[in-house]
């Protein structure tokens, strides 16, 4: 299945037809991949909810990733803790936790884990095992 291009190159998705479990086929992730890359319905630029607002709004991406960037400094840093009750120097801030998602590979995890790791997140669970 033909997926699209990327740089020029034909991106597709196919699966071993000599495996002796899936005989080629593909897995409900793969299999829907082309739907969800190929649809008129995809989103192209983030949108954005005011709290408490009803509507949605196009903005651009400078807005969201520095909107984004300045909740998750400020949140850090109001949840910041630097002892523990023992006195222990733990730098970690409680007031924020991830759930990665199973869509990511093994790359992505890992890079995932050290961002977090280092704005001193310790609650983190991922859900790879769906």
């Known amino acids: ?7 020029g190159k034909v991106v597709n998705i196919e699966g071993d037809p000599e495996h002796p479990i899936n ?11 082309e739907q969800m890359v190929k649809s008129e319905r995809r989103l192209t630029k983030p949108m954005y909810r005011a709290p408490g607002g009803k509507k949605w709004r196009e ?5 969201a990733l520095d909107t984004i960037a300045k909740r998750v400094k400020r949140t850090r840093d109001t949840g910041w803790v630097e002892t523990d009750a023992m006195g222990r120097r733990v730098c ?35 859900q790879a095992r769906i």
Do not use: F, P, Q
Request: charged residues 25%; hydrophobic residues 40%; proline residues 0%.
């Open 1 to 7: 299945m033909i997926v699209g291009t990327k740089n």
């Open 92 to 126: 970690r801030t409680e007031d924020i936790a991830c759930v990665g998602s199973a869509a990511l590979d093994n790359e992505e995890c890992s890079l995932l884990v050290k961002a977090l790791r280092s704005m001193g997140l310790v609650y983190m669970e991922h």
């Open 23 to 33: 005989r080629g086929a593909l897995c409900s992730k793969g299999s829907t991949l």
């Open 59 to 63: 903005v651009e991406w400078d807005w």
